[in-house]
């Protein structure tokens, strides 16, 4: 009778373990890993359950990093991927999974730049650390002229940057520069406009970057060949990281 009874328990503890380890697994991964909406992006999945996005090719590298999980109240017949982070149905607009309430669904968009905007807003991501969240900007960018100018080294935009008819924004910030002629000198953190060199820094106070005003702009502007991008020789003056020494 007691080795009867040690056996239920046993057995009871076995399916109490098989039914956690099932339900973790379930709300960790998607079970079964479906295919994908649309062959183009690797970011969205169809399966029994639903759509879901996922950012990482291996599922069990979840374990460590990356990003997962399941759209809600998806209207599949007008759900269309727009990017690999951008999606939206008659009714809604996701990043990656991330309902974007503020969105107007109707006129949104990612523009040629690949900024999302819908008739309101600019929607920019909350940067440092949060890249799974997104909120309409604040900073007063006019909407319909709105871009992304600056690409990293990869094509993709650098989202710290933006621009309209009038205002370049670094961070959201509005810079003073001239907004006509101002741009990355070369592949390096120094910007130029008709007028000024500038630095782009890191403010650790302010936990964003900042642009410096450096020097007047001179000629011949150029890196200088094996010191790398750090210096640059401006006329007759040397600029190291924001410091000008004049050569005579």
Excluded at 30 to 58: F, H, Q
Excluded at 131 to 158: L, Q
């Amino acid at each position: 009778m007691k080795l009867k009874t040690k056996t239920i328990a046993l057995l009871g503890l076995i399916c109490v373990g098989l039914l956690t380890c099932y339900f973790l697994l379930s709300s960790i991964f998607p079970i079964p890993k479906g295919e994908r909406v649309n062959p183009k992006y690797g970011t969205y999945y169809k399966n029994i359950r639903g759509i879901y996005y996922i950012t990482v090719d291996n599922r069990l590298a979840l374990i460590n990093h990356g990003r997962f999980g399941y759209l809600k109240n998806v209207d599949t017949k007008s759900f269309r991927i727009l990017s690999d982070e951008w999606a939206k149905d008659k009714h809604h607009v996701w990043y990656g999974d991330y309902l974007v309430e503020e969105a107007d669904v109707s006129s949104f968009m990612l523009d040629k730049s690949g900024l999302s905007k819908d008739k309101y807003h600019v929607f920019v991501p909350v940067l440092y650390g949060h890249g799974d969240m997104i909120r309409p900007t604040n900073c007063g960018i006019d909407v319909k002229t709105a871009e992304y100018f600056v690409k990293e080294s990869h094509g993709w935009p650098d989202r710290s940057w933006m621009r309209d008819k009038d205002n370049v924004f670094l961070d959201e910030e509005r810079v003073d520069v001239d907004r006509k002629t101002f741009g990355r000198f070369h592949d390096t953190n120094w910007w130029i406009d008709k007028d000024w060199i500038y630095s782009e820094i890191w403010d650790s106070k302010l936990g964003e970057k900042t642009l410096k005003k450096v020097d007047s702009l001179q000629v011949p502007l150029d890196t200088l060949p094996s010191a790398g991008s750090h210096y640059l020789r401006n006329g007759r003056n040397i600029i190291y990281c924001s410091k000008v020494t004049s050569v005579h």
